[in-house]
């Protein structure tokens, strides 16, 4: 500043030395047009007065100091005054002829007009020179002396000298306020740019403030600013000072040359007029008819980024934008980088916040919404956050859990130990399960996970937790178990009951021939026992078999209260006889779902037999209620009793395999270790509920499921053997099996009868015998190595169609779904393994006695 001010006052100084310089010049000049000739001066003279007059203003002025010099009004009257000092110059020297005022006027004349001193200069040397060829050709010059006319000359170019700097001067005055003017107006364009900038963040407001301002300021038709995206090539309108409504907008800057070039170069592209810019060939028609004509892009740059872009057109062919307002508008471009920066950082910062705001939000929603407890807590172990889940399982409001110790949670020692070694050493719970305490019942089992917090640079800083109810994960598990134990049972018992059928057969079979035969009344009833004995077995293997069921069940779209119905009519005479009455509450709006009709009436058949037997031991009558019902979208069937009950700690026991309280003999513990699996494989579930000396409920729930694809049928036609018939004629019989106990039982039972029995081990020595011999029946095993029962009836059906027509099939599996279709496509008849003889012998008279047996073979016996 004291820099610039001592400059400034040099200059004032130097600009009155010259112009009291150029004055005294003026002022000698004068005088020597109004000396007399012979330069005789008379001291009281008017002129010598002027010019003393004249001199003395002068001094005057020399003493006044410089600052004040340049007043205007000073400066005003010095013109005024020197005019009228050389006017009167002028006319007392005497206007002859009048070509001197001309001169003079002239002279002034080209002060005013003249562009700078040299011009003013040569023009009064013209004027005065063309003054002294006038006055000499008209020859006033007569009347003059050379001396006094010459000496007009330096007046005249004084005059011209004098007024030509004071223009000049007053000219570059004007140039230098006009400038101040500008820098003025864009200081405070500037200012309102960096007020704007501070008064507001919001970045489009920024750029219309500045947008505006630019305009304004060059006086451009429109100024925008624009994004550039510099790898995809386009650019998007952030404001227009123009028309707010095209932010947004998208360029192609292909279309723009003038763009792409200031994007390349990051210099400022400034085209005065497009007319002549070979770079606007293409654009030219279409700028034009907008009016525009001077187009100036200016990069907007922070740095070595390119921000954006100031995109300016105006309408000024002729003069184009000056250098000053080039450099205004890269001023306000730089100005404009740091607030378009600022603006952009904010909205960067609002974008991150507002994230964040979202990722809380996302994360409370989780903990509000989440059904276990998730905690955290702080290195201390003080519970930092607690969710919503939490307060329905421990029954603890948030409010009263935050800032508890989080061990105090548990009540398992063991469990506040792993959180200190949490805490301690870091080292995680996974699927710990224990116990916590409940504010209001009794403590909850859980399983708990949790894990210790660490900052970014690894620091731990709390621990986080998971805490979820596993009362129903418990129950599931137990029943998992419970599966596992009757399936690893059922491989067992099935492969146990396959071995017991055929020595089994052989024991029934045998006592059976005993039993026909004259013998003591003591061997008599022996081999009572021993029949009697054989069946119970029997009955025992179809038990163990029915559980060992391993084979899909058959399930059809039915009604359970129908096979509520049938197996009541099954049961009724057993239940009258034992005084049993029956409630039935069967809802008659019940749905039909997908059931197995046989499995479930087994399973109401164990269930009502238990109910029966137990009433019956207990009071010797009762009455069993049967309910169904639907309840939460699944059928509920209840059967109850009025029964003994059932102690609370044999409830958990009752469905497992084997599990019976009844004497030996009586139970074999099967029967509800049965229901259970079948239930559960209409994906339904099966429980008990009693209290002692009031009876049981055994409670049955299935899903209702829709019909699906296979058709509800009527109830399946009850399997067996015909009744046995009397004794017919001889029949010839091959009997096929692999195992010889059964074959020589055939061969002495219907031997005994008159048969003709004939026996094959496997199936080929069968066929041959076919092939060689007739018969009138075939007694075909279905279980047998190489080629089972099946595959050789297949044979026989191909080569001796009618003789397939002949067979007996003998099975230890009929209730297999499998062996069940094959006999029901074969047509022919089946006997359970192992058969009581009369069944057999039943089968057989029935066949021979259906038609001719002389039809299927040549020989009978
Ligand atoms: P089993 O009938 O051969 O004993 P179950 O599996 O059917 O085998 O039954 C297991 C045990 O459950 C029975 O021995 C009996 O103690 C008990 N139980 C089942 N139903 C009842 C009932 N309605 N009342 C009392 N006890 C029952």
Request: hydrophobic share 40%.
């Amino acid at each position: 500043v004291r820099l610039r001010r001592g400059i400034h006052a040099t200059e004032r100084a130097s600009a009155k030395t010259i112009r009291l310089a150029l004055r005294w010049m003026l002022i000698l000049a004068t005088a020597c047009l109004l000396a007399p000739p012979g330069f005789q001066i008379r001291l009281q003279s008017f002129e010598t007065a002027l010019i003393v007059a004249f001199a003395l203003s002068n001094v005057a002025l020399t003493l006044l100091p410089a600052a004040h010099f340049r007043s205007r009004n000073l400066e005003f009257l010095i013109v005024i005054g020197d005019t009228f000092l050389v006017s009167l110059g002028l006319f007392r020297s005497g206007l002859e002829g009048g070509d001197l005022p001309i001169a003079f006027f002239l002279n002034l004349l080209l002060a005013a007009l003249g562009r700078d001193l040299p011009r003013i200069m040569a023009g009064a040397t013209l004027v005065s020179g063309f003054y002294l060829y006038l006055t000499r050709r008209q020859g006033d010059a007569g009347s003059l002396e050379l001396t006094s006319l010459l000496l007009r000359i330096p007046f005249l170019y004084m005059v011209a000298l004098y007024y030509g700097h004071l223009v000049i001067q007053a000219r570059l005055e004007q140039d230098r306020s006009r400038q101040m003017e500008r820098k003025t107006y864009e200081l405070r364009t500037l200012h309102e740019i960096a007020s704007a900038t501070t008064s507001t963040l919001d970045l489009k407001e920024v750029l219309y403030v500045i947008v505006q301002h630019i305009a304004r300021l060059v006086n451009a038709l429109r100024c925008s600013i624009l994004t550039v995206d510099e790898r995809g090539g386009r650019c998007t309108i952030l404001a227009s000072s123009d028309d707010p409504a095209v932010a947004g907008l998208t360029l192609d800057s292909a279309k723009y040359p003038e763009i792409r070039r200031a994007m390349e170069t990051h210099q400022p592209v400034v085209i005065d007029d497009i007319s002549r810019e070979p770079m606007m060939d293409q654009m030219r028609g279409a700028l034009e008819k907008l009016g525009f004509q001077s187009i100036m892009v200016l990069p907007i740059l922070f740095r070595d980024d390119l921000l954006g872009m100031l995109f300016l057109r105006a309408a000024r062919s002729a003069k184009g934008f000056t250098s000053e307002e080039v450099t205004a508008c890269r001023i306000v471009a730089n100005a404009s980088a740091n607030a378009i920066r600022n603006a952009k950082l904010f909205e960067q910062a609002q974008t991150v916040s507002r994230s964040h705001k979202e990722a809380a939000d996302k994360l409370q929603n989780i903990l509000d919404h989440f059904p276990d407890l998730i905690y955290t807590t702080d290195l201390e172990g003080r519970i930092t956050e607690f969710s919503r889940g939490g307060e329905a399982l421990l029954g603890l409001r948030r409010s009263a859990a935050l800032g508890k110790n989080c061990a105090d949670l548990y009540t398992d020692p063991e469990a506040r130990e792993r959180l200190r070694r949490l805490l301690r050493e870091g080292r995680p719970l996974q699927s710990f399960e224990t116990d916590v305490r409940c504010a209001d019942g009794p403590p909850r089992q859980v399983m708990v996970a949790a894990a210790l917090m660490r900052d970014e640079s690894g620091v731990p800083y709390g621990t986080v937790g998971i805490i979820k109810d596993i009362a129903d994960v418990r129950a599931a598990r137990k029943h998992l178990v419970q599966a596992e134990k009757l399936s690893a049972m059922g491989e067992l018992v099935s492969g146990v009951a396959h071995e017991l059928n055929n020595p089994l057969a052989g024991v029934l079979g045998y006592s059976q021939l005993l039993m026909r035969g004259p013998m003591e009344p003591r061997q008599q009833k022996a081999i009572d026992r021993i029949f009697e004995s054989a069946l119970r077995c029997q009955k025992i293997v179809q038990n163990l078999l029915a559980f060992a069921r391993r084979y899909p069940s058959e399930k059809r779209h039915l009604g359970l209260n129908g096979i509520v119905e049938k197996t009541l009519d099954l049961k009724e005479y057993q239940l009258r006889v034992n005084n049993v009455k029956v409630v039935k509450r069967l809802d008659p709006d019940l749905p039909k779902t997908m059931l197995d009709f046989n499995q479930i009436q087994q399973v109401l058949l164990n269930v009502i037999n238990n109910a029966q037997q137990a009433m019956a031991s207990h009071r010797g009558q009762g009455t069993l209620t049967i309910t169904t019902s639907t309840r939460d979208g699944r059928i509920l069937l209840e059967i109850s009793d009025d029964g003994p009950g059932i102690p609370g700690d044999l409830l958990g026991k009752i469905f497992d395999p084997f599990f019976t309280t009844k004497p030996v003999g009586e139970g074999t513990g099967l029967g509800l270790s049965v229901s259970y699996g079948i239930v559960k494989d209409h994906g339904g579930r099966i429980s008990a509920d009693s209290a002692i000396g009031q009876g049981a409920t055994i409670s049955i729930d299935v899903p209702i499921l829709s019909e699906g694809s296979i058709p509800a049928i009527a109830d399946p036609a009850p399997r067996g053997t015909t009744p046995a018939g009397g004794k017919g004629r001889a029949l010839s019989i091959l009997a096929v099996d692999d195992e010889a106990v059964i074959l020589d039982l055939i061969v002495d039972a219907f031997g005994r009868d008159g048969h003709r029995v004939d026996t094959a081990a496997g199936a080929r020595e069968a066929l041959e015998k076919i092939e060689k011999g007739s018969y009138d029946i075939l007694l075909l095993d279905l279980k047998m190595p190489e080629m089972d029962g099946r595959d050789l009836f297949q044979t026989i059906r191909t080569r001796w169609p009618a003789l397939s027509r002949r067979v007996i099939f003998a099975s230890g599996d009929t209730l297999h779904p499998d062996t069940q279709r094959f006999i029901e496509q074969s047509g022919c008849r089946c006997v359970d393994k192992p058969f009581k003889l009369e069944v057999l012998a039943g089968a057989i008279a029935s066949l021979a006695g259906e038609s001719d047996p002389l039809e299927a073979s040549a020989g009978g016996a």
